[in-house]
């Protein structure tokens, strides 16, 4: 499911088309992640290629010397920090600001003195309140188990998608990503789905089997896959 949820995404990438894929670490899990799923992975991103995908670790996904990131052929057009501190890639126009997590965290958020263009910044597992005031057009934030956004005393708005799969309740209902367009002086940015799980609760009576079931039936979403 979470493989064909990821290869959605980048189809969609691919049709808008993007200018550049961002994920905010949790790309796997490296106490369990295998070399097909990597291999999986940079093949997903190759057929990005040109588009830039730029990659901050998280906290499942850590860099370190033996890390995949670190060992792992990834393509040429995949962009990765590999320090716990705050740096910049720059493409046509576009700064992005972000960070590794290894077992350190920076303090504070980015200094966007260097870079040109617009300057956005993505990273894992820390609060909004980091990006105030750095003259951020848009913050990207991963580590959260269900989606949020604010827009800062500054003006620079705030997403977080959650898990592009939902695994389970804790996940809020489905997975979700972020499309964002990023104009002159100007924002839009949407919550999206690619994924084909949800998760609904509720009550029902366990009065009478067949009614029982009937209900549950009733309490099935009318656009549900089997």
């Not at 951020?136 to 500054?154: N, V």
């Amino acid at each position: 499911a979470i493989r064909s949820a990821f290869r959605r995404l980048i189809d969609r990438c691919l049709a808008w088309p993007a200018d550049a894929l961002l994920v905010a670490g949790g790309l796997f899990d490296a106490d369990r992640v295998t070399p097909e799923s990597l291999a999986f992975l940079r093949d997903c991103f190759a057929d990005l290629a040109p588009i830039p995908v730029v990659i901050a670790p998280g906290e499942s996904d850590p860099y370190g010397p033996d890390s995949p990131y670190a060992r792992f052929p990834w393509p040429p057009n995949v962009r990765i920090f590999l320090a716990p501190a705050w740096q910049f890639f720059e493409f046509d126009g576009l700064t992005v600001h972000g960070f590794a997590r290894t077992h350190l965290a920076p303090d504070g958020g980015p200094d966007t003195a260097g870079g040109g263009g617009v300057h956005i910044a993505i990273a894992h597992g820390v609060p909004p309140a980091v990006m105030e005031g750095k003259g951020l057009a848009y913050a990207a934030l991963g580590g959260s188990r269900e989606p949020f956004s604010e827009t800062l005393a500054c003006g620079t708005p705030v997403w977080a998608p959650g898990p592009l799969e939902a695994l389970g309740f804790d996940d809020g209902p489905s997975g979700a990503y972020i499309e964002a367009e990023i104009g002159a002086g100007a924002v839009s940015a949407a919550l999206c789905s690619v994924s084909r799980a949800r998760y609904v609760s509720g009550a029902l009576s366990a009065d009478g089997a067949d009614e029982a079931a009937a209900e549950l039936l009733r309490a099935i979403p009318a656009d549900a896959e089997p």
